[in-house]
């Protein structure tokens, strides 16, 4: 259920499979409150970097089959959130429609350039150093990407830029796509009721 009375863009989603049950809510206009309980900390510190950075409000809950491991729950987050995104920003019209960040944490570089377009396309170059950070495998940092973009509708380009420490790598990241998300998603005066695209539609 979406709504965008008095210029609110907000969105709740569920979505629930034999592996997962995922509810999001998420709220464009917001201050950057998150409420999260997935199982996977590290993931919930990353969840928080797109919401304080991204002025964007989350409310996710999620349990999965973590006995087998964590791949289905990080996806399915992304796809619920790229679904919660989609019905939140509605026809897009007045938006800036793009957005970038660049984000540094200490020796680590990260860059993000997101186009809400209405075709979903990622492209994901993150050297990782290590496997995991803790416990958490950085194999999935793609996977929750790759549902969001697959769900948002949204054109992503990510790239890390230098960095030795896998922590670092992967804050910079979620913190660059946060900011630029809050870029590209806020209103435009100029472009009042009008959609940003020659297309006259996105």
Excluded: W
Aim: aromatic share 6%.
């Amino acid at each position: 259920m979406s709504q965008q009375d008095a210029g609110v863009r907000k969105a709740s989603i569920s979505r629930e499979t034999l592996e997962t049950q995922i509810t999001v809510e998420l709220c464009l206009d917001g201050t950057g409150q998150c409420t999260l309980d997935t199982g996977l900390p590290f993931l919930e510190h990353m969840l928080d970097q797109i919401a304080r950075h991204g002025q964007i409000d989350l409310d996710i809950h999620a349990k999965g089959d973590l006995h087998i491991d964590a791949h289905h729950t990080v996806e399915d987050i992304g796809i619920t959130m790229g679904q919660a995104f989609s019905e939140a920003i509605g026809d897009k019209k007045g938006i800036i429609r793009y957005g970038h960040a660049y984000v540094p944490l200490d020796e680590a570089l990260s860059r993000v350039v997101i186009d809400c377009s209405g075709r979903p396309g990622l492209e994901f170059h993150v050297p990782f150093t290590r496997a995991t950070v803790g416990d958490f495998d950085v194999d999935l940092v793609i996977e929750f990407f790759q549902g969001f973009v697959n769900h948002a509708d949204v054109t992503v380009h990510i790239d890390n830029l230098r960095g030795h420490n896998a922590h670092h790598q992967a804050e910079t990241v979620f913190k660059a796509f946060g900011r630029a998300l809050r870029m590209a998603v806020a209103r435009d005066a100029a472009m009042a009721g009008t959609s940003p695209s020659t297309k006259g539609v996105l």
